[in-house]
């Protein structure tokens, strides 16, 4: 028999009475109250009235006593909570239920060849496929060539959290960390409610909060995100500082896969990256077409 590795009774209690602290009465238009607020937020009787269920209810749910809410009402609570999209996903998976119209696939260990080999095709733009994990299953030369010292990195910790919290030359490497971290936990947090029989990725977050405190800080926010498009500062010890504009793609056939692509966001950059990605790195010549793109 297969243990989970998430308490989600008890992670569902917390993530209720965390979103509803967050929430400004005011800003809800809720009628305001004689009696001074004991705590921020909403109280429990005003999230009931919003989602149309108990007071009792949603005490036993934030006391986490066992109940499984049905997908009508949580959906109900998603919408009485405010919860952004994701934070919608990450609560319908706490409960054991799918949110409608949502798609979760099995976890891939072995990626497609045919995605394999489109990461290659991608050269010159950097690119490499990820699994939830954030484990790094394709990447090409010049993805490889940008990750400072990743020829060093072993197998095993082909890891981009990993590299970004604990491989020493990456310490500096993106000059918005937080910005990335938080990124990167928010998206753990969401993988980990969706797998929650994953041993190794339950490992890799009992790693990450034992060694190191801003990833251990971040993870108790319960922050829940996925970014899936944006622009990093990079610093390369070998070429000095590059934009990137960033993609990260979700094949259809491997939802639990993420194909995530760089591009040069200006001229400098372009440059930079033709410096670090010339010569045999970048095949067929093909580089000189990537600088050239807008």
């Not at 259809?252 to 692509?261: A, I, S, T, Y």
């Amino acid at each position: 028999m297969t243990t989970r590795t998430v308490d989600t009774t008890e992670e569902l209690a917390a993530f209720l009475r965390g979103r509803r602290e967050q929430l400004d009465p005011e800003r809800l238009g809720l009628p305001a109250r004689r009696r001074a607020r004991r705590t921020p937020g909403l109280r429990r009787e005003e999230v009931a009235e919003l989602a149309g269920v108990s007071t009792d209810y949603v005490v036993r749910l934030e006391q986490g006593r066992g109940l499984r809410p049905s997908a009508e009402v949580l959906a109900a609570l998603a919408r009485a909570l405010r919860l952004a999209p994701g934070e919608r996903d990450y609560l319908f998976d706490l409960a054991g239920r799918r949110r409608p119209g949502g798609t979760r696939g099995g976890a891939a260990t072995d990626p497609a060849p045919s995605l394999a080999h489109l990461v290659e095709e991608l050269s010159p733009l950097p690119a490499a496929l990820l699994d939830h994990r954030y484990d790094l299953l394709a990447w090409n030369p010049e993805m490889a060539r940008l990750l400072p010292e990743f020829d060093a990195v072993p197998p095993e910790r082909r890891n981009a959290m990993w590299l970004c919290l604990l491989h020493p030359p990456m310490r500096g490497f993106y000059a918005d960390r937080e910005g990335v971290l938080r990124d990167g936990v928010a998206h753990l947090r969401a993988a980990w409610a969706a797998h929650p029989e994953d041993r190794a990725l339950a490992g890799l977050i009992a790693e990450f909060t034992e060694q190191d405190e801003d990833f251990a800080r971040l993870w108790a926010e319960r922050e829940v995100r996925v970014n899936g498009r944006g622009r990093k500062l990079l610093r390369h010890p070998a070429v000095g500082a590059i934009a990137v504009d960033f993609e990260v793609l979700l094949p259809l056939e491997d939802p639990e896969l993420r194909l995530l692509v760089y591009r040069a966001a200006d001229d400098e950059s372009r440059a930079a990256l033709h410096r670090l990605c010339g010569g045999d790195g970048c095949r067929e010549g093909r580089l000189t077409a990537c600088c050239k793109q807008a």
